[in-house]
T-cell receptor, first 116, second 115 residues
Framework: AQSVTQLDSQVPVFEEAPVELRCNYS??????LFWYVQYPNQGLQLLLK??????LVKSINGFEAEFNKSQTSFHLRKPSVHISDTAEYFC??????????????FGGGTRVLVKP | GAVVSQHPSRVICKSGTSVKIECRSL??????MFWYRQFPKQSLMLMAT?????????EQGVEKDKFLINHASLTLSTLTVTSAHPEDSSFYIC???????????FGPGTRLTVT
């Protein structure tokens, strides 16, 4: 089985400051990694994903995450946040392989509150 | 592309009644759909996985007779909460995956309140 730990349940940050959301995972097999964002009373939106290739992946709205296999981490960063980045962020993993099924395992979520 | 809708977005029902929630993939064929439950300020909990044309696979601890899932077509899955009770009040989110995709696309969620 796999598990995902998001070390920070809440992260307050001032507008235009950088933010880092930590995500560590545990799995006996290789995984794909995802970050999702959830705005209040809405479903999840895919922010970015790592499937293979370059370990640094970027989204169109300034977020980036780096896959570190040795540390089993996939931390999310943004160099300068906006008020509109206030949301809940979920890290998730999916085991690779047909036999692994299609289930996502989510972390507990990190609530980001951007202050003016 | 890859849009998933849910209906209704909000529903209030009385204790003892049943409620049906629909999940549709609008622009792709969803061979697999997932149903999640999310309590306030908590993460998503997978309830069940359904493949088109076959019975749903429920996660441990989820009552299959209470949460009926039907995935009758490649674009529609339904979750019926039978004999709802106040403790069933929650945010229910579905997601869908195509045959060849590696990611799930999520619906906007349905907030169920049982009075």
């Amino acid at each position: 089985a796999q598990s995902v730990t998001q070390l920070d349940s809440q992260v307050p940050v001032f507008e235009e400051a950088p933010v880092e959301l930590r995500c560590n995972y545990s799995s006996s097999v290789s995984v794909y990694l995802f970050w999702y964002v959830q705005y209040p009373n809405q479903g999840l939106q895919l922010l970015l994903k790592y499937l293979s290739g370059s370990t640094l992946v970027k989204s169109i709205n300034g977020f980036e995450a780096e896959f570190n296999k040795s540390q089993t981490s996939f931390h999310l960063r943004k160099p300068s946040v906006h008020i509109s980045d206030t949301a809940e962020y979920f890290c998730a993993v999916k085991r690779i392989g047909v036999a692994a099924g299609n289930k996502l395992t989510f972390g507990g979520g990190t609530r980001v509150l951007v202050k003016p | 592309g890859a849009v998933v809708s849910q209906h209704p977005s909000r529903v209030i029902c009385k204790s003892g009644t049943s409620v049906k929630i629909e999940c549709r993939s609008l622009d792709f064929q969803a061979t697999t759909m997932f149903w999640y439950r999310q309590f306030p300020k908590q993460s998503l909990m997978l309830m069940a996985t359904s493949n088109e044309g076959s019975k749903a696979t429920y996660e441990q601890g989820v009552e299959k007779d209470k949460f009926l899932i039907n995935h009758a077509s490649l674009t529609l899955s339904t979750l019926t909460v039978t004999s709802a009770h106040p403790e069933d009040s929650s945010f229910y989110i579905c997601s869908a995956r195509s045959r060849t995709g590696n990611e799930q696309y999520f619906g906007p969620g349905t907030r169920l309140t049982v009075t």
